[in-house]
């Protein structure tokens, strides 16, 4: 297998503030990692695609200015909620792609528990 | 994005076999086959997949009709631990604009009696 690690693993901030999510692929370097939005009793929304160096591919619906990304290196990538209001509570889960072509995998990070009062 | 249609929940006891079937009759030539699994509050994890044979690692076996068009996950002995949200989902191989990308279903959530 392989180690997808997030931090914080939770998290309670302010209406307008931002806040920034770390995922990190701890054994094996990722040049693609995806980043997912869960809410309640629902299944996984996958957001955006991130690949190292290049700008984000977002989702059909998914505001890029509010969610920010940025993939600096092949080991990290970041989410930023910017301005945060209450409906953007959810769980936040990241994944990395570990080798490429046919045997390609998606890991999953623990996820980020994100409560905007 | 080929879709996959999945029970909402199945049933199973302790050390018991469970077959988590997933009907997937649009699935294309470059289409994997992955499943995941999902704990409360965790995030998912890797089972399996596979492209069209049969599939075994240490967690599960992963069993592909002829015509590609359902799978089975299989887990040999269900323990108390394998309790989760069980998704069956087609990964684009083919280097299409969904190339490597995962869309999750509602899954089956599996309950495993002692």
């Known amino acids: 297998g392989a180690v997808v690690s997030q931090h914080p693993s939770r998290v309670i901030c302010k209406s307008g503030t931002s806040v920034k999510i770390e995922c990190r692929s701890l054994?094996?370097?990722?040049?693609?990692m995806f980043w997912y939005r869960q809410f309640p009793k629902k299944s996984l929304m996958l957001m955006a695609t991130?690949?190292?160096?290049?700008?984000?591919?977002?989702e059909q619906g998914v505001e890029k200015d509010k969610f920010l990304i940025n993939h600096a290196s092949l080991t990290l990538s970041t989410l930023t909620v910017t301005s945060a209001h209450p409906e953007d509570s959810s769980f936040y889960i990241c994944?990395?792609?570990?080798?490429?072509?046919?045997?390609?995998?998606?890991?999953f990070g623990p996820g980020t528990r994100l409560l905007v009062l | 994005d080929a879709k996959t249609t999945q029970p909402n929940s199945m049933e199973s006891n302790e050390e018991e076999p469970v077959h988590l079937p997933c009907n997937h009759s649009?699935?294309?030539?470059?289409?994997?086959i992955h499943w995941y699994r999902q704990l409360p509050s965790q995030g998912p994890e890797y089972v399996i997949h596979?492209?069209?044979s049969n599939v075994n690692n240490r967690m599960a076996s992963l069993a592909i009709a002829e015509d590609r068009k359902s799978s089975t996950l299989i887990l040999h002995r269900a323990t108390l631990r394998d309790a989760a949200v069980y998704y069956c989902?087609?990964?684009?191989?083919?280097?299409?604009?969904?190339?490597?990308?995962?869309?999750f279903g509602q899954g089956t959530i599996l309950t495993v009696h002692p």
């Open positions: 994944s990395a792609s570990k080798a490429q072509g046919l045997r390609e995998t998606q890991y």
């Open positions: 054994d094996f370097q990722a040049t693609t």
């Open positions: 991130s690949n190292e160096g290049s700008k984000a591919t977002y």
């Open positions: 649009t699935i294309s030539g470059t289409d994997y």
């Open positions: 596979g492209l069209t």
């Open positions: 989902i087609l990964r684009d191989g083919g280097g299409g604009t969904s190339y490597g990308k995962l869309t």
